[in-house]
């Protein structure tokens, strides 16, 4: 970043009436320019995804075998491709799928990767309900160490446990599992494909308990007293 965006950053920060911050890190570092900052992670409209099961089986997952991993977003510059190249491989038997646009790189290319293409907002759920484990395959770095990304309440809305790279603000979410490296991103995504139904149940359960937490309703509502 260049010096006179920092200034202008800072300057900002220092004059305004309220300081909104989607991540703990930018909190803090708001906090030093301003007493009035809140702290407004991503959230999710929990209602648009709280009917698991229950929907038309999208045209293009009937002839894609189970277990499905399953991706929504931008392929863009943050996702770590060489992560999923490495899934891919490790676990032909596994179905990776992936919905949205392709932003300066595109899916690897293996038997067991399907990219869908763009897919309507009100369409996501029908994907999610059929999917095993619902990941999340970002680069560490600067940028995503600040981030919160919209899709793991909308993930987690719906059931589907979680597997998620380090993102400091998603640590201990139950539904969820960080991964530290290649392996262990691997073998969490295991974890949930080979657990029982009782454990996987009381785990998707466990998913939608945490979603109810960021629910936009409930995020929004003590923001009328910074106001």
Known sequence: YTKELI????KLASMADLVITSA???????ALLNNNVYYLP??????DYNSRFDREVPKDLKNINQPIIFFMGAIAGWVDTKLISYLAEERPEYSFVFVGSEVKQIVPSHSN??????????????????????????????????????KFYEYLSSGTPVVTTIMPDLLGLEGS??????KEFLTHIDNYVTMDKN????????AISTSKEFDWSKLLEPLSSYI
């Open 24 to 30: 703990r890190s930018l909190y803090y570092k708001m």
């Open 177 to 182: 599992l960080t991964a530290l490296n290649y």
């Open 113 to 150: 990767i399907y990219y869908l293409g763009h897919k309507k907002y009100e369409e996501l759920s029908s994907y999610l309900n059929l999917s095993k484990v619902a990941i999340i395959p970002f680069k560490v770095n600067k940028l995503t160490v600040a981030v919160t990304p919209l």
């Open 199 to 206: 454990e996987y149940m009381s785990e998707s359960k466990r």
């Open 42 to 47: 991503n959230g999710v409209w929990t209602t």
């Open 7 to 10: 200034y202008n950053e800072r």
